[in-house]
């Protein structure tokens, strides 16, 4: 199974930026997709966005759309989520996934990153 490995967490500043990394080990059929999810303390794990190894098609959820960036190198393996405009209630533990198909669901995803911390202070 693919392993994911996330990085590039921290404490921002509202209106700051953040850029998160996901390293995979591998590229498999299991893992067309690469996902961001986040949770927040007493929160279900949410969608953030999501991209397609192949065609670099993207999809983004509401609450992110207009701040945050999704892209992936493909020599490097790697996946990365630009956070832009960053707000309080963006604070939460994001999570890198990797699932054979495009969903927003987190039990569509099969691997998951061990989580990065990511706080916005006001």
């Known amino acids: 199974q693919v392993q994911l490995v996330e990085s590039g967490g921290g404490l921002v500043q509202a209106g700051g930026s953040l850029r998160l990394s996901c390293a995979a080990s591998?590229?498999?059929?299991?893992?067309?997709?690469m996902g961001w999810f986040r949770q927040a303390p007493g929160k279900e794990r949410e969608f953030v966005a999501f991209?397609?190894?192949?065609?670099?098609?993207?999809y983004f959820a509401d609450s992110v759309k207009g701040r945050f960036t999704i892209s992936r190198d493909n020599a490097k393996l790697t996946v990365y989520l630009q956070m832009n405009s960053l707000k309080p209630e963006d604070t939460a533990v994001y999570y890198c996934?990797?699932?054979?198909?495009?969903?927003?669901?987190?039990?569509?995803?099969?691997?998951w990153g061990q989580g990065t911390q990511v706080t916005v202070s006001s």
């Open positions: 991209i397609s190894w192949s065609s670099g098609g993207t």
């Open positions: 591998e590229r498999t059929s299991s893992s067309a997709i």
């Open positions: 996934a990797a699932g054979g198909y495009s969903s927003i669901l987190p039990k569509s995803y099969a691997a």
